[in-house]
């Protein structure tokens, strides 16, 4: 006899599912079960999701709690999902992603099939060459602050699929659990960290600035990633105005301009002469900034460039840093060190590289002196050596240019040859 299911959903989906989400591993829920403990049982539970699901009587658990330190300052609250609570909500974004992908606008970039941060940096630096003026937005605590009502009536617009609609509306309002075990209920926000929540969150921005921005200022480009987002403009005034057009456009749709981080930056360079109090800011890592650039015919001149900003440097540096490879690897050897950074380093390479390469090598050469300085910890003839010891590593990057990652990209120290 076939289960009689209020929804049809099938189980093969819930399958790939939870293979999607294994492959982007994650931390424990509020259950404490892990990948390889929700794998002792892979039938059962995956079973349980399916039949909870398709009748309607799936409740998601509360999400845990963890507070980590912006690198800007400040906590940003990650809301971990149990691992079922994760494939349960990867079934609902597989049915309705495909829906909502055409109709997003082509300039959101954030959590999108075959769209990237890089993507956006791209974009945005050809654009600052065309436009003279940037609006650089920062939204106020967003994730916490959509307001329900408005992303439910958003989904509602775009399927009238009813389980879909069910449990988007339970995971907006699953309490968060704190450390001590306390539950915080919540009438507004979507957890940042749930599979589903950058969708929600795309979905809500495209109503309330994206497409809005092509309705109001047809003429004007914009970049959007996630609730990073930066408007070129043609001149101050026009800036000026469109700025407040937006922070009352987002007071509408409940959310707020940070009064501190929301800015108007004029993108100097040879040909642009005025003057003006901010002419860099920060977007997906990268600064923008005036930098010096060579034209084709070997000239210098001054471009408004990207580059590998301050935090991101900062945020590089305190991870060497926190590597202690003198202090608490004195017994590995270098093959040992280059498994422990080689993965993290071609990461780094990959994104920051990516424009204005030099000032993101010159932040990787402290690998290198983290790794001489490893050298002065192990071997007692370059105890006390600084530049004895960036020689001898220098000439071990000689011999065996493939041995890290880094060397193969070219950052080798010196030989004192």
Known sequence: MVEAKSYAIPKEMVREAYRRVKANRGAEGVDGQSLAAFEEDLEGNLYKIWNRMSSGSYLPPAVRLVEIPKRSGGIRQLGIP?????????????ELEPVLEPVFHPDSYGYRPGRSALDAVGVARKRCWTSDWVIDLDIKAFF?????????????????NRWIRLYVGRWLRVPLEREDGRHEERTKGTPQGGVISPLLANLFLHYAFDGWMARKYPGLQFERYADDAIVHCGSLAQAERVLEAIRCRLLECGLELHPEKTRIVYCKDSNRHQEYERNRFDFLGFAFRPRWAKDRWGRFFVSFLPAISDQAAKHIRQTIREWRMATARGNQTLADLARLTDATVRGWMDYYGRFYRWKCVQVLRHLNEALAKWARWKFKGLRGHRRKSVHWLGRVAQREPN??????????????K
Not at 82 to 94: G, I, Y
Not at 144 to 160: C, F, M, N
Request: no cysteine; aromatic share 4%; net charge negative.
């Open 82 to 94: 149990t691992v079922a609570d994760r494939v349960a909500q990867t079934v609902v974004k597989m």
């Open 144 to 160: 916490d602050s959509i307001p329900h009502d408005l992303i439910e009536k958003a989904v509602a617009h775009h399927t009238d």
């Open 403 to 416: 041995l890290f990652a880094l060397w193969q990209l070219g950052i080798r120290p010196a030989t004192g």
